[in-house]
T-cell receptor, first 114, second 115 residues
Framework: KAGVTQTPRYLIKTRGQQVTLSCSPI?????VSWYQQTPGQGLQFLFE???????NKGNFPGRFSGRQFSNSRSEMNVSTLELGDSALYLCASRIEPGLATIQYFGAGTRLSVL | DQQVKQNSPSLSVQEGRISILNCDYTNSMFDYFLWYKKYPAEGPTFLIS?????DKNEDGRFTVFLNKSAKHLSLHIVPSQPGDSAVYFC??????????????FGKGTKLSVKP
């Protein structure tokens, strides 16, 4: 079974631009979560989507948004990029947001904002 | 304020010995805990988990212990192998009305297992 696939693996953007990251979950998984990893803050939750609906959101500004499609694939968008948005963005999928469900992570997209 | 803390940024252990990684949490409502391992340039890989109704869970060389009164969990790796060298993250989540919420991570402990 293929794992969580994130594209692209690396991105370089400049301040003020916007970016879209993509995540394909494990087949059969309907929940997708996004996390940001930085050296200073560690791994922080951005949002979770299930059945095309955002069910939970972390403490990030509105410049960070996402969506989920009917095939469970998800995209994350960051508008008006800032230098501090440079980070590793990780996507995780699970079957559903039930109790004691394991989230499986992709390899991430490394975003550099210049 | 950090709700999940891994106070040791790094740990060095000799091959064959026991590795003990520690994690403390502040929110007594957390009811599910997980350990992930991360190699450079890869995403976190799930290792082992434990529900708050248990105090121990074993899977091969990996055992997680949970002490709810102390709000402390630990991961034991026995015996340690050089391939275990990685960053280990502790994570916790809450039960939101029958659904498991998002993961809250510690900042990780870098384990080095020396041959």
């Amino acid at each position: 079974k293929a794992g969580v696939t994130q594209t692209p693996r690396y991105l370089i953007k400049t301040r003020g631009q916007q970016v879209t990251l993509s995540c394909s979950p494990i087949s059969g998984h309907r929940s997708v979560s996004w996390y940001q990893q930085t050296p200073g803050q560690g791994l922080q939750f951005l949002f979770e989507y299930f059945s095309e609906t955002q069910r939970n959101k972390g403490n990030f500004p509105g410049r960070f948004s996402g969506r989920q499609f009917s095939n469970s694939r998800s995209e994350m968008n960051v508008s008006t990029l800032e230098l501090g948005d440079s980070a590793l963005y990780l996507c995780a999928s699970r079957i559903e947001p039930g109790l004691a469900t394991i989230q499986y992570f992709g390899a991430g997209t490394r975003l550099s904002v210049l | 304020d950090q709700q999940v803390k891994q106070n040791s940024p790094s740990l060095s252990v000799q091959e064959g010995r026991i590795s003990i990684l520690n994690c403390d949490y502040t929110n007594s409502m957390f009811d599910y805990f997980l350990w992930y391992k991360k190699y450079p340039a890869e995403g976190p890989t799930f290792l082992i988990s434990i529900s708050s109704i248990k105090d121990k869970n074993e899977d091969g060389r990996f055992t997680v212990f949970l002490n709810k009164s102390a709000k402390h969990l630990s991961l034991h790796i026995v015996p340690s192998q050089p391939g275990d060298s990685a960053v280990y993250f502790c994570a916790a989540s809450l039960n939101y009305g029958g659904s498991q919420g998002n993961l809250i991570f510690g900042k990780g402990t870098k384990l080095s297992v020396k041959p």
